[in-house]
């Protein structure tokens, strides 16, 4: 992170550019959001032949910006998903995974899902707050929250703004279940909530691991922790005693695909208790940024892994029904399934379920924890 601005930084409309791998970024341009009304196209007018000479574009610096929230618990219905709510701290992530299916939100921003979406980070810096009015709320019913579903709740602006370990404290404080999921060690930090949490059976973590290979990893997922790293911190989670899954997610034909049961087993080793498997999802501009992705770092395989997609999503790039999002369908999509079920059953991992493990019979509105506090302290006097 290089930058923390309190206002809104200027509307930028900025074409694609050349297709060319960035440094430390995953998508290799900034097209253009659904929603912006100027279009524009490029144009070679033979100054910048020089430029496209080069095997890699210049680095581009991360803002992050502060920003109010005026809600921060989503709700859903997905009769595909294990949870009812999510909290996400942060809009934008700066591990800049190619593939993620929250990049298409920047859009409604008015700015690109792909550059953008990894260097213009937006922290909701009132969400702790927030978090306390509506878990306040007369008329609230607890339910397991799911903590980075969308952006990660660990990308690196964390570090500085805490906005997590907040939330958390929250959580913690009013014995409220909660499950995270993320791809950086910087969890480790808050192992002593999690870990006091979790012998409550009011916290899961699940470590997403899309591949061993680190030099696919440094484009696939550029500013998330090592393959090796995230290993390590499901190792060090589960001594702490907090129960912890591996996401594979996503699984991508020909690029990570081959190394599902090495995850699978490698995870088990580490102390996982539970794995789970997601096919990639190619929703609105994740579909032609991926592509883009796809022939600057393996224009040899691009064709074909892109029809092995189409395959298991009835012939498009992406099929929304909640049936089949996750895991597609078709002979290859079978395939999957069954190398998964074989390989979670070899080394003895269970599959999804972790959600149902939580308890949310002692949750306790912030009011009475603060009575509760106060007591304590009279109490000690």
Known sequence: MSGIQTKRPPQVIQFH????????????????GRYETDQREDFDDGWNAAEDELSEAPALRTVVTEEQAKSILSRN???????SVSLNPYRGCEHGCIYCFARPTHSYLGLSPGLDFESRIFAKVNAPQILVRELARPSYVPSSIAI?????????????????RRILQVL????????MITKSSLIERDIDLLAAMAAKKQAVAAVTITTLDPAI?????????????RLRTIRTLADAGIPV?????????????PDLERIIEAAADAGAVRANY??????????????????????????????????????????????????GEGIWADLLRQRYEKAVARFGLL?????????????????????????????LF
């Open 77 to 83: 219905a997905s009769p595909d998903l294990p949870f």
């Open 245 to 257: 899954s591996v996401s594979i997610a996503p699984l991508i034909p020909f690029i990570n695909e």
């Open 172 to 179: 913690h404080d009013c014995e409220h279940p909660l499950a």
């Open 278 to 327: 997601i096919v990639l999802r190619l929703p609105w501009e994740v579909s032609p940024l991926f592509q883009q992705w796809l022939n600057a770092h393996f224009p040899d395989r691009a064709k074909r892994v892109m029809n092995h997609i189409r395959e298991m999503r009835g012939g498009a790039d992406y099929n929304a029904d909640f049936a089949t999002r996750m895991r």
């Open 351 to 379: 599959q999804r379920g972790s959600f149902s493990t939580l308890d949310a019979s002692q949750f306790k509105p912030p009011q009475i924890c603060v009575e509760q506090k106060s007591k304590l302290q009279m109490d």
């Open 17 to 32: 550019g050349p297709n060319v791998a960035r440094k430390g970024r995953g998508a290799t341009n900034n097209m253009q």
């Open 217 to 229: 990893a440094r484009t696939l997922e550029p500013r998330a922790a090592a393959p090796a790293r």
């Open 148 to 164: 980075g579903v969308a952006t990660d709740a660990y990308q690196p602006c964390e570090r500085e703004l805490g906005l997590t």
